[in-house]
Nanobody, 126 residues
Framework: QEQLVESGGGLVQAGGSLRLSCTAS????????MGWFRQAPGKEREGVSC????????YYADSVKGRFTISRDNPRNTLYLRMNSLTPEDTAMYYC???????????????????WGQGTQVTVSS
């Protein structure tokens, strides 16, 4: 069965960097659009960045454009999110998500994604 496992979160100072990873199993990875979502306490889950299954389009939330980079390594069944210039506003639980044959535009809502990881916590101190 489909499974997503995130890693790479942690505590970092403002201005620092982290790289999140999401390893998939139980699926033909290159047939899935993949995304990163985040949820801070008391807030709704929001799409941070997504990449479509054909790797020809990406989506970034305005708040992370120019700072975050999404990428995927299909032979390794792994999705990445490189996060630079982190601010306290980036503090949240970060989730990996997948949907078959999807486009990056699906980042507009978490309801568009079918499979989810358990999340990895990112905390940015000021």
């Amino acid at each position: 069965q489909e499974q997503l496992v995130e890693s790479g979160g942690g505590l970092v100072q403002a201005g620092g960097s982290l790289r999140l990873s999401c390893t998939a199993s139980g699926m033909i990875f290159d047939r899935y659009a993949m995304g990163w979502f985040r949820q801070a306490p008391g807030k709704e889950r929001e799409g941070v960045s997504c990449i479509d299954w054909e790797e020809d389009s990406t989506y970034y939330a305005d708040s992370v454009k120019g700072r975050f980079t999404i990428s995927r390594d299909n032979p390794r069944n792994t999705l990445y999110l490189r996060m630079n210039s982190l601010t306290p506003e980036d503090t949240a639980m970060y989730y990996c998500a997948a949907v078959k044959y999807g486009g990056s535009w699906l980042c507009s809502s978490p309801d568009n994604f079918r499979y989810w990881g358990q999340g990895t916590q990112v905390t940015v101190s000021s």
